[in-house]
């Protein structure tokens, strides 16, 4: 095992906006699952609890999460950003436009990049769905554990040749979402995974996102990578 073998892992992976219907055998679900735990946590209180859904019961959770997207109102358990400012503005919007122009909506397109938001609660097609929460007595650290929890998750998936997105759009319905699955109220609902087999030729799936490179994001102290 050599850090090119988790790069090759790292690369491949990208969030998927377009699912085959087809289903993930169950194995294989334990499977990303049981990998996924392997992270760190902080006293290794492993504090994920993960919903999964298959078969009928995406599809009627899409649904329901459609009308509440329509109807309801967002209130995450977990606020979302209250800003993007400087270079976290700039990546969001370059991000944001790929997607747009990978889909054919034009700058300026209300509609359109309406509609393309709503796939959200579509789950983009996606036959599973994985409901992520953490205690809320552990706040911001669990959420931090869980972060984890997701990168490895998604990783295991491309490792099998699974196609995931973490979507905090899920989310913003909490209210909803503790009602929908039972989650009691003294866990906070972070976010939820979709994955399935990839639509490789569909639109939404023909763009990369690109990353900062080191010296935007370190600083050297002591030594330096010259
Ligand atoms: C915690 C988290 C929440 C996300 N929520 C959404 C979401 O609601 N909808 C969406 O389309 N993408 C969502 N994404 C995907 C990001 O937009 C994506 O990871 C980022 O643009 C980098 O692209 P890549 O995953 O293809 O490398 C989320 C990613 C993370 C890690």
Redesign the pocket.
């Known amino acids: 095992m050599t850090l090119a073998d988790l790069n090759t892992l790292l690369t491949a992976?990208?969030?998927c906006?377009a699912f085959r219907a087809d289903p993930v055998p169950l194995g294989d679900i334990e499977r990303i699952l049981t990998s996924a735990a392997r992270v760190p946590s902080w006293c290794n209180a492993q504090p994920w609890q993960v919903v999964v859904t298959s078969g009928a019961e995406t599809d009627a959770f899409r649904s329901a999460l459609w009308a509440e997207a329509e109807t309801g109102q967002a209130q995450p358990d977990l606020p979302f950003p209250t800003g993007y400012s400087g270079v976290y503005q700039d990546r969001r919007r370059a991000?944001g436009w790929a997607?747009y122009e990978a889909v054919g909506v034009e700058k300026g397109d209300r509609a359109g990049s309406a509609r393309q938001m709503m796939e959200?609660f579509n789950l983009?097609g996606a036959p599973h769905c994985a409901i992520l929460s953490s205690p809320a007595e552990l706040g911001p650290y669990g959420a931090m554990d869980c972060?984890g929890f997701?990168?490895a998750f998604?990783l295991a998936a491309q490792a099998l040749g699974i196609a995931t997105?973490?979507?905090?759009?899920?989310a913003a319905y909490g209210p909803f979402l503790h009602r929908y699955f039972n989650i009691p109220d003294d866990r906070l609902i972070?976010?939820a995974i979709s994955f399935g087999y990839p639509d490789t030729d569909h639109p939404a799936n023909q763009f990369?996102?690109e990353r900062a490179t080191l010296d935007e994001f370190v600083t050297w102290r002591g030594a330096s990578a010259e």
């Open positions: 992976r990208h969030s906006r991000c997607l959200n983009f972060g997701v990168t998604t997105i973490p979507q905090a759009a899920v972070l976010c990369r996102t």
